[in-house]
């Protein structure tokens, strides 16, 4: 079992920025990939990134590319999304996930990861 627990949500001006992190636990962690996640109210939950956790490299959805960015402690366990230049669209739960398989990019992208976290609140005011 693996636990995933986010933290550094919080309340932010548009064009700001906030880092969200990751933290890891549970029997032996050992994961493929690494992804956030987020679900704005009324809408369905999409991909935002992800990050090999061997190799380091990273995916973003169109929407958070150049302005998100990804990175890994793996000493630490940990997954961190720098958010910048945030928009008042980018409001949304935030869920850290984990996948410990091999999958492919439409299966991450869909969502079939096999950890979640509780989700953090990131929201961007006008």
């Known amino acids: 079992q693996v636990q995933l627990v986010e933290s550094g949500g919080g309340l932010v001006q548009a064009g700001g920025s906030l880092r969200l992190s990751c933290a890891a636990s549970?029997?032996?962690?050992?994961?493929?990939?690494m992804g956030w996640f987020r679900q704005a109210p009324g809408k369905e939950r999409e991909f935002v990134g992800a990050?090999?956790?061997?190799?380091?490299?990273?995916d973003y959805a169109d929407s958070v590319k150049g302005r998100f960015t990804i990175s890994k402690d793996k000493a630490k366990n940990t997954v961190y999304l720098q958010m910048n230049s945030l928009k008042p669209e980018d409001t949304a739960v935030y869920y850290c996930?984990?996948?410990?398989?091999?999958?492919?990019?439409?299966?991450?992208?869909?969502?079939?990861?096999?950890?979640w976290g509780q989700g953090t609140l990131v929201t961007v005011s006008s």
């Open positions: 996930a984990a996948a410990t398989r091999v999958i492919t990019r439409a299966t991450m992208v869909g969502g079939s990861m096999d950890y």
């Open positions: 549970g029997r032996t962690f050992s994961s493929y990939v």
């Open positions: 990050i090999s956790w061997g190799g380091g490299g990273t």
